[in-house]
């Protein structure tokens, strides 16, 4: 059965930072294309970034400005999202997702999804 277990969410203040971890128990975890999104309360969920099999290509939505980096472990079956510089509109749960083709930008590209981990950026 598949599963996707994130972890590293938590409370912090404007500034600060979170490593976040997706853990995945997919047999072939290197033939899958990554991505992490979010959703806020009362809005849809939204693309903040994604990374190829090898870790070599990674795409980050506009509102990154270069304080995220999408990372994974292969031999470890993991992903991290490190978050600097958080917003209070970083504010939302954050989920990790899986899937064997393109997978882009969309929710609906994805397959394999974990429950998510909150993320609170206070002001």
């Known amino acids: 059965q598949v599963q996707l277990v994130e972890s590293g969410g938590g409370l912090v203040q404007t500034g600060g930072s979170l490593r976040l971890s997706c853990a995945a128990s997919?047999?072939?975890?290197?033939?899958?294309?990554m991505g992490w999104f979010r959703q806020a309360p009362g809005k849809e969920r939204e693309f903040v970034a994604r990374?190829?099999?090898?870790?070599?290509?990674?795409y980050y939505a506009d509102f990154v400005k270069g304080r995220f980096t999408i990372s994974r472990d292969n031999a470890k079956n993991t992903v991290y999202l490190q978050m600097n510089s958080l917003e209070p509109e970083d504010t939302a749960v954050y989920y990790c997702?899986?899937?064997?083709?393109?997978?882009?930008?969309?929710?609906?590209?994805?397959?394999?999804w974990g429950q998510g981990t909150q993320v609170t950026v206070s002001s």
């Open positions: 997702a899986a899937d064997l083709t393109s997978g882009f930008t969309d929710p609906k590209g994805y397959t394999y």
């Open positions: 997919l047999r072939t975890f290197s033939f899958y294309l």
């Open positions: 990374i190829g099999r090898s870790g070599a290509n990674t």
